[in-house]
């Protein structure tokens, strides 16, 4: 049925556990790579940088509906870090920034995108490991 | 409170259960709320089109008829005006006359309420309609030529009338249909049309000034489409920019947020055609 797709597609997410307010542990078992984490934070597809603005003299096109990222590594562990990728809304539920792990509890997701979580473990850890880099 | 005082009354313990519990919260609050402006609509008087969120080209472009891209549309519209068109062979201004009065302030009540169909219908509707039921003469497509080019002639009618859309008391569980939809967060990027338009506009998305969604120059002519285009296809694209499920032409969710942001610019004077970037 449906429900057993879609559960079986949200079962393909690694499991993580929160604790505290973190995840301490990688989500793929190993470290990301920050160079390829700045480049995916840069691409449009990744949607970061319609809202934030950060370290990119290379792009004129940074939005400001968010906090510019300088700096982001002194505010946060790599913990809250991985934890605010996965799911921001534990952090603020009101909060517009989207949760790039999560793929159910969502209303009227494009065809094309149904199912999956807005980035990939992997991307996720590159993400995080080019975060903890951004310090003033 | 700011965000990072929040951030410790939410940090420790919250799990999954408690944070469906808080959107539950949220979403029977906001559905809930009948017509009273809720926290976060804009106060009438704070009200901008999207024309003063331009750069000084893109206004000059809008206001010199003879460099407005737009206008090339509504002469076509008014040539079809006069055509005969369907096995009735009679002409738009065969019933209607001449569209300077007779069309003047129409577009600013629409989405208007339909009787026989006992709902809204959009502009671009109505005028299908007319082909239907009065020219016996097949739909015009959504977005085709000659429906966008006869709806900017028609709205061009009412060009700095005060929008009176939603008066009729028929159309208020529609309007509210339309409030919901715009308050719902939807797509894989889970943003509501609310959290730009209501809550963040005057900043940026990447380069775009984010405005606050009025609909005051449709159909119009936006240069990134490089045509002309109805509200409907502007609404279906920021659906698709939050990675939603845009909802098809003509679909009653459409019609139902198209009348709310009508409703919700009451007063405003319409621009068609506009132009935007
Ligand atoms: C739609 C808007 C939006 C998008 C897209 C977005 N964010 Fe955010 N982000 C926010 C907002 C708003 C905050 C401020 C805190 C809050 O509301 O949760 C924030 C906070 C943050 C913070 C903490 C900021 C600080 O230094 O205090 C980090 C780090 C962050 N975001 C990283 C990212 C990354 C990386 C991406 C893309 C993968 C991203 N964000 C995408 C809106 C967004
Ligand atoms: C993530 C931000 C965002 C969300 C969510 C969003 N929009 Fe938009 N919207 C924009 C931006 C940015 C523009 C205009 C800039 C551009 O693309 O030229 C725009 C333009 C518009 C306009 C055109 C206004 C004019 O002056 O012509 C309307 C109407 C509109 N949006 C309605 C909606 C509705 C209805 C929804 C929800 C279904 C929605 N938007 C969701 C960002 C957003
Ligand atoms: C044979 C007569 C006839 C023709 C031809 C006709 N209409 Fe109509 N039109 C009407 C009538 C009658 C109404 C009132 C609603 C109804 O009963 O359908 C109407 C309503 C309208 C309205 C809504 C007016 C309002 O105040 O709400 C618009 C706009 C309109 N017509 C546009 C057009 C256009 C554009 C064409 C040509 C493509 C056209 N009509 C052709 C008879 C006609």
Known sequence: SLAFVANARAEGLAPYEIIGDGIAESLTGAPGDAARGRALVLARTTTCILCHSGPFPETRFQGDLAPDLTGAGNRWTVSQLRLRMVDAARFNPDTIMPSYYRADGLVRVGRNFAGKPILSAAEIEDIVAYLATLRD | MDRRQRLFVHRIGIDHGRMNFWRAIVLAALVATAPAPLAGEIPPDARRSGYSFMGPDTRAMQDDDTSSPGMLFVLDGETLWTKKAGSADKA????????????????????????????????????????????????????????LALSAFVAHQSRGVAITAGDDPQLKPFIEQGRNLFMQREGQLNLACTNCHDDNFEKRLAGSPITQAQPTGYPLYRLEWQTLGSLERRLRSCMTGVRAQAYDYGAPELVALELYLMARARGMPMETPAVRP
């Open chain 2, 92 to 147: 738009c201004a065969d019933c209607h006359g001449d569209a300077r009065s007779s069309m003047k302030g129409v577009a600013a009540r629409y989405p208007a309420f339909d009787k026989a169909l006992a709902r809204p219908v959009t502009l671009d509707q109505r005028i299908n309609l007319c082909r239907a039921n009065h020219q016996q003469a097949a739909p015009l497509p959504y977005e085709s030529r000659d429906i």
